[in-house]
């Protein structure tokens, strides 16, 4: 899935970071044109799970006004890459 998502990043000449050095973020913070920012979760369709750290950063990121995605399948990844592609300026 991670795969898909990267494709879709840079077929619109976006820009992608795996967040790694920080527990409870997003996977993928995505840079998009227009100065959007948005962050994206990948779980796994089974027994994809959110550790309670996760849920509270996802919590504070929305409430600061970003926008994180949380996605299980491809399929869910294209309808958000759809709305967003919609969005361009």
Known sequence: MERHLIRWVKSVQGKHFKIRFMRGWPDRLVLLHGGRLVFFELKRPKGG?????QLRVHDALRKM???VYVCHT???INGVTKELSNEET
């Open 74 to 76: 491809k399929d869910a």
């Open 49 to 53: 799970k959110f550790e309670p750290l």
């Open 65 to 67: 006004g970003f926008r």
